[in-house]
């Protein structure tokens, strides 16, 4: 607590100090002198005595010359199953209006990565329900998950869904994380009141940085959430569900602190360090002796634009991508899932079975073979095609359509009961169509169902 330093400038978010003597180093929090409320961090150094901070409070007590405190500690948050329930800011404050968080126990949000002969690597698939995800883009249990999508088709209802799922099936040796980076204050409130709905809410923690944040709590709220995960993994053996919602925000909030440093763009126009950053965040979240971490996360892609730098750094480190079009949700399919686009490492005969894997490589030439009549059918009718095209085209259309389903974190709003589908169910649907057994049936049947058995009468 002896280590102090002077402000030299404040641009923004970013604090310059200078320390003479005993410097600091990556990650100590700083406090001012005369107000230990304000905080700071140490992010990089400018010169051999200068160090530039971000900002962990409002600035406005800041000034050049005010003298700053090296707490030599990086921040920490409270962890234990007390947190369980409660929705939390970076600093362990409570934001849900139930009173403090009673905790005994702390941890830095900086932990030590697990070392290779410690990792487990993914080999089950972990069944979320949702016909489209389990058939095309299976989860593996400790596995990573990117849902991609641009503004308003779907993202954060999907992620949703999937929390209510697994979090519901996976309750005695489970726990969810949940970490809100960038994203609107409703959202985490809708979601909030679906996991107290649901009676899920005592299994998940929930930290958030909202996008009304400073960068700076936006860019360490994802790593706190990685230091709770790891808590739950380690400590008390878990089963770990890890959800984020938005990694791109993540990248973001990095770019803005980036551009007040003048540091030099990449390329691609974002921060130089963004592949170290997404590296340092992805390689903390693995599955270890001890228990797995399975992370899910929301990815927000700029004008739909998949080829985005920010986007493409995250893809090396998913097992499963699920790509969200808007084409598809202008047609009005709900989940607004690429069927074609959308693929996982899961997929092989060894992990997912030999039925399941036939299925799938039908069914995607099936698909792909009615991409390509599209513009025939567009322009002179499905009637001129010839009669194998027909029943091809027809049979993309039953599975397209069969992809749809009711969730249930949407039942209010449409009125309509959500369906939770046993992937081997899906898979045997899937076969059915495939062998031509609904050829009879029209296409819009299929729109909005659950299993085949159960929602047609008189088919199976």
Do not use: W
Request: aromatic share 8%.
């Amino acid at each position: 607590m002896d280590s102090k330093g002077r402000i030299v400038s404040v641009k923004g978010h970013i604090i310059e100090v200078e320390f003479e003597t005993k410097p600091p180093i990556a990650h100590d929090v700083l406090v001012l002198e005369k107000d230990s409320s304000v905080k700071m961090e140490v992010f990089s150094s400018s010169s051999n005595v200068t160090f530039n901070c971000i900002s962990l409070s409002p600035t406005k007590k800041l000034h050049r010359g005010a003298v700053v405190i090296n707490t030599g500690e990086s921040i920490k948050i409270p962890v234990g199953t007390s947190v369980l329930g409660r929705i939390m800011d970076i600093f362990g404050r409570p934001q849900d209006g139930n009173g403090e968080i009673s905790v005994t126990e702390y941890r830095p949000i900086f932990g030590s990565d697990v070392s290779f002969g410690e990792v487990v690597v993914p080999k089950n698939v972990l069944e979320t329900g949702i016909k489209a995800i389990d058939f095309f883009a299976p989860i593996l249990k400790g596995g990573k998950v990117g849902l991609f999508g641009g503004a308003g088709v779907g993202k954060t209802v999907l992620l949703t869904e999937v929390i209510h799922n697994i979090v519901i099936l996976n309750k005695e040796k489970s726990v969810s994380v949940f970490t809100g980076v960038g994203e609107r204050t409703r959202e985490g409130q809708e979601l909030y009141e679906s996991l107290k709905e649901t009676k899920t809410l005592a299994q998940v923690a929930l930290i958030y940085g909202a996008m009304g944040e400073n960068p700076t709590v936006r860019f360490r709220t994802a790593t706190a959430g990685v230091a709770l995960a790891e808590y739950f993994r380690d400590v008390h053996n878990k089963d770990v569900l890890f959800f984020i919602d938005n990694i791109f925000r993540f990248a973001q909030a990095g770019y803005e602190l980036a551009t007040l440093m003048n540091t030099i763009p990449s390329e691609g126009g974002y921060q130089a360090t963004l592949p170290t950053e997404m590296a340092s965040f992805h390689e903390r979240l693995v599955s270890s002796k001890n228990g797995s971490i399975t992370s899910i996360e929301a990815i927000y892609v700029p004008s739909d634009d998949l080829t985005d730098s920010a986007v493409q750094s995250i893809f090396p480190y998913l097992d499963s991508n699920v790509i969200l079009s808007r084409s598809v949700y202008q047609e009005g399919r709900f989940p607004a899932i690429d069927l074609l686009s959308s693929t996982s490492s899961a997929l092989s005969e060894e992990v997912v079975g030999v039925s399941h894997f036939k299925a799938l490589i039908t069914s995607q030439n099936l698909l792909k073979k009615a991409v390509s009549l599209e513009r025939i059918v567009s322009l002179v009718g499905e009637s001129e095609l010839s009669p194998d095209d027909q029943k091809a085209y027809k049979r993309a259309r039953l599975i397209r359509n069969y992809m749809t389903q009711n969730f249930f974190v949407t039942e209010t709003q449409t009125g309509k009961k959500g369906k939770r589908i046993p992937l081997a169910d899906t898979v045997h649907d899937v076969n059915e169509v495939l062998d031509g057994k609904y050829d009879d049936y029209p296409p819009e049947t299929f729109l909005y169902i659950g299993s085949i058995k159960e929602s047609l009468t008189g088919i199976a």
